[in-house]
């Protein structure tokens, strides 16, 4: 269990994401339940931004984007709008800069790794501004534990697909198909089943205060540092 990897056109990144898919998708609505609670013209700093499609939407909304990655493939993507940084995120630092919002959307903080996600959230609480907020999407625990092979969804022209699905406790491993554009791409990777109280509690433990969940079934979590 822990393994990343991928396959089809173009080039793959550590974890699996094929650059020249999500290069050629749009943004399909990701922020669209946190998106009215940023302030205007707010500095967002987007942990594992890829090719650009979030980091372009908050841009275009006015607000002030440094997007972060560890793939140089995937940023020479990002529009000039954006600010890419070629970092990891576990252990970058921009001192002394400090964002009104840090995003970890994409499911990041689903790695199979607690002390990766562990990480993740202190990254996010370093680069926080006093008053900011962290937003994260976690994925539907649900939907990671009972998915199975077999077709899964159309969507925008994409045909998505799910393969080689092992589980061992809360860890899922799979391998999701996509198949757009006459091409077909592969990424596999696991991912651990979150409750609400886990990610509640790793917040707590790196200074977070009391969560508020998002959205209708409740993925987005926002919390600010305690003073």
């Known amino acids: 269990m822990g393994e990343f990897a991928g396959s089809g056109p173009g080039e793959q990144t550590n974890d699996g994401c094929s650059v020249e898919f999500y290069c050629r998708q749009p943004y399909l609505g990701e922020l669209d339940e946190i998106m009215a609670l940023l302030p205007a013209n707010s500095s ?3 942990l594992g ?14 607000h002030r984007v440094v997007g972060v990655d560890d793939s140089a493939a995937m940023l020479s ?4 709008s954006v ?16 964002f009104d919002v840090v995003l970890l959307p994409s499911h990041l903080i689903n790695h199979p790794d607690a002390a990766v996600r562990a990480a993740f959230v202190r990254c996010a609480a370093r680069h926080l501004a006093p008053a ?6 976690r994925h539907d625990p649900s939907w ?3 998915v199975q092979t077999g077709f899964l969804a159309e969507k925008n022209g994409v045909k998505y697909s799910a393969e080689a699905v092992r589980r061992q406790g809360d860890l899922l491993s799979i391998t ?3 198949q ?3 091409e077909r791409w592969t990424q596999s990777f696991t991912a651990e089943a979150l409750e609400a109280g886990a990610i509640e509690a790793l917040l707590a433990e790196q200074g977070f205060g009391p969560v508020q969940w998002l959205g209708e079934q409740r993925l987005w979590a926002a919390a600010r540092l305690m003073a």
């Open 44 to 46: 967002v700093l987007e």
């Open 49 to 62: 931004c890829g090719t650009g499609r979030l980091a372009a939407h908050l841009a275009e909304a006015g």
């Open 77 to 80: 993507h990002l529009p000039p």
């Open 83 to 98: 600010t890419g940084v070629q970092a990891s995120i576990e252990t970058m630092d921009l001192s002394p800069q400090r």
């Open 132 to 137: 900011g907020v962290f937003y994260l999407k």
């Open 144 to 146: 990671l534990r009972m």
């Open 176 to 178: 999701l198909v996509y």
């Open 180 to 182: 757009a554009f006459g």
